[in-house]
């Protein structure tokens, strides 16, 4: 079993910045594809941003290129999203994701993961 747990979240003005973190454990966290996805309220989850195993792949959703940035440390079983620039239409809950099987690439489906977070709550004010 995998344990992932997300903190980060809070209550911040529209521009401002800030980091999620996701700690892993209960398998290798370096053999485990990554994802953060978030929960809008009143709408389904959607995909954010995706990050290879090694680091050398990543992937975002167009509404959030250029504004956030996933990274992962192998070392500290931690995955991160740092978030800038944010919007009031970012407010969701956000998730972490773990995905242990072979599958694309780049994983932007939440079959595709095995193991999921808790999620961490994410307010922007205008």
């Known amino acids: 079993q995998v344990q992932l747990v997300e903190s980060g979240g809070g209550l911040v003005q529209a521009g401002d910045s800030l980091r999620l973190s996701c700690v892993a454990s209960g398998r290798p966290f370096g053999l485990a594809d990554m994802g953060w996805f978030r929960q809008p309220p009143g709408k389904e989850r959607e995909y954010v941003a995706f990050?290879?195993?090694?680091?050398?792949?990543?992937d975002y959703a167009g509404s959030v290129k250029g504004r956030f940035t996933i990274s992962r440390d192998n070392v500290k079983n931690t995955l991160y999203l740092q978030m800038s620039s944010l919007k009031p239409e970012d407010t969701a809950v956000y998730y972490c994701?773990?995905?242990?099987?072979?599958?694309?690439?780049?994983?932007?489906?939440?079959?595709?993961?095995?193991?999921w977070g808790q999620g961490t709550q994410v307010t922007v004010s205008s």
């Open positions: 994701a773990a995905r242990y099987s072979i599958g694309l690439v780049v994983s932007t489906k939440e079959y595709e993961y095995d193991y």
């Open positions: 990050i290879t195993r090694s680091g050398d792949t990543r």
